[in-house]
């Protein structure tokens, strides 16, 4: 794609030939990229099509809309008589040099028709798409790629690095705009595009800013943060390569396939990575710490501490690790364990003005609506007796002398009496013009289902390396150190009171010259 990635700065609307997600349920979210032409020449009248459990959307309904909207579903054919193939014997019928024509099965669609004109057998089909018809159920909201978003609806192809655990891991890390990180275990590439956002301070210099055209604004500095990403897995590394090419994110990730415990993390074709961040995503993390040192071939950076996070799911996996980082000289070392859940708020709304409607509890609220509750049953249940009565005397005396009892059923079921089904049928139609949002109390209650144990992350940090002359210079530095008032030789704090004190001895008694030190003092603190 061209132009700065969506994942680092989304435009305002949806356009085509880029990523978007449709968010479908609070679990359920499908990435897509959209077309406006049907790119896989399926056939769909409408063009291309994305087909869900709740609803069909053409793309052409999402291309051009704002983030976040809300997307009603499309009436669209999904049977064969609605689409096409590239070949004879799939679609309709069509004969060679001809043409064919289909309809869909919607009423509204009686009318159109459309063309499919074949050469050969190898000429994809061309025709023009016809606008789609809103159906009466189903929507959906267009969301911008975010690392977040994209961690839940990304394709596992491994155990995914959920956001609660990379979120953690990036800021312990020390993870900022510019930084340099390895990954091993790249898997689904959910730490991938998290790891690059956090990096990213503008495309390398040599990587023809990725189609940017004002180079002022998204070039890199020689400190451009990077991300480099191995996995032993080749087929993954194709398919994350592809994704990171689609995603506008190349130049700022580099994908490499290679087996990491034997052939380290140097690259024969760059220079010398020298990361400051780690992140190891392997089964046996234990293996790669001997190409994570201070030698010279080292792909760490020799200037600062770099801290390091291994993701392992077994106790198992953590002791051994802690013992290799201990005897290759890492410091800090500390395991986290993360167990996140979500909080759920909703208004609970009680009472028996909710009779009838769903997601509520249609019980009295208040004694008031239990004793009214209870006189309409009690009346209701007199009112029926009273008419079993009347029936059986009617019965008893014949028709000539039958007997109306309607109005006393009325009194004996009580003042205001109203059946049932009306008290529902009332409550359907007041139920538009209630404000339900503002309507019961704001509860807060933890998600049933908790996700535990994801994995154990260890953390560690490695100190930069630190020789007798390093040692040798930092001790003339602090012996050459001034102190606050001038005097070399001295690095201890001088408070106020002992400045102002110095000045009036070496002021000596002469006031001038005490009270210019006192300006002097008073401009320097000010």
């Known amino acids: 794609m061209s132009g700065i990635s969506p994942f680092f700065q989304a435009s305002a609307v949806a356009s085509s030939d880029s990523l978007a997600i449709l968010h479908l349920k609070r679990d359920l979210l499908t990435p897509v990229i959209l077309r406006t032409h049907d790119d896989e020449n399926i056939g769909y009248a409408e063009g291309k099509v994305t087909t869900t459990r709740y609803g069909n959307y053409p793309h052409s309904t999402l291309i051009g809309q704002p983030w976040g909207s809300q997307i009603k579903a499309s009436k669209v054919d999904t049977g064969t008589r609605g689409r096409v193939g590239l070949h004879a014997g799939r679609g309709a019928k069509r004969k060679r040099g001809g043409s064919s024509t289909s309809h869909g099965d919607d009423p509204a669609n009686a009318g159109e028709h459309y063309e499919v004109q074949v050469l050969d057998d190898e000429t994809p089909v061309v025709r023009e798409a016809s606008a789609p018809i809103p ?19 990304l394709p596992h192809r491994t155990q995914v690095v959920y956001t609660p655990d990379y979120s953690y891991i990036l800021q312990r890390l020390r993870v900022r705009p510019g930084t340099k990180v390895i990954e091993a275990g790249a898997g689904s590439g959910s730490f991938t595009h998290a790891a690059a956002r956090a990096v990213f301070n503008g495309y390398p210099r040599d990587n023809s800013l990725n189609g940017v055209a004002n180079q002022d604004d998204y070039g890199g500095a020689p400190g451009t943060g990077k991300v480099w990403s191995f996995e032993f897995h080749e087929p993954r590394v194709q398919t994350l390569q592809g994704e990171i090419r689609d995603h506008g994110l190349d130049g700022v990730v580099v994908v490499t396939y290679r087996d990491v415990y034997e052939d380290g993390f140097a690259l024969a074709n760059e220079p010398s990575i020298e990361a400051s961040a ?45 013992s290799a980082l201990r005897s290759f000289g890492w410091l800090d070392i500390e395991m986290v364990e993360l167990s996140a859940h979500r909080i759920e708020s909703r208004r609970e709304r009680v009472g028996l003005q909710e009779e009838g409607l769903r997601g509520v509890n249609a019980t009295p609220a208040t004694v008031d609506e239990a004793v009214g509750r209870l006189r309409e049953v009690e009346g209701r249940d007199r009112s029926y007796h009273h008419g079993m009565t009347v029936k059986a005397l ?10 109306d009892g309607s109005e006393d059923g009325k009194r004996q079921g009580g003042e205001g009496y109203v059946s049932k089904q009306q008290r529902l049928q009332n409550i359907k139609e007041a139920q538009p013009n209630r404000k339900v949002y503002k309507e019961g109390r704001l509860m807060h209650r933890s998600e049933p289902e908790l996700k535990l144990h994801t994995s154990y992350l260890v953390f560690a940090v490695l100190p930069r390396a630190w020789t007798e002359e390093d040692e040798r210079r930092a001790q003339e530095g602090v012996q050459k150190g001034l102190s606050a008032d001038g005097v070399e030789g001295s690095v201890k704090p001088v408070s106020k009171r ?11 008694g002469d006031k001038d010259a005490e009270l210019e030190m006192k300006w002097q003092l008073e401009d320097k603190d000010g």
Do not use: Y
């Open 394 to 403: 009617n019965d008893t005396l014949g028709p000539a002398a039958s007997v």
């Open 135 to 153: 159906a009466e159920t189903g929507f959906c909201h267009i969301l911008p790629p975010t690392p977040e978003v994209w961690t839940a609806s």
């Open 498 to 508: 002992q400045k102002k004190r110095a000045a009036k001895e070496r002021a000596a």
């Open 278 to 322: 780690v992140f190891l995503d392997l089964p046996a993390p234990w293996m790669a710490f001997k190409h994570l040192t201070r030698d010279p071939s080292s792909p760490l950076n020799p200037s600062t501490s770099v801290h390091l996070c291994t993701f392992s799911p077994c106790i198992e996996q953590v002791q051994r690790t802690v």
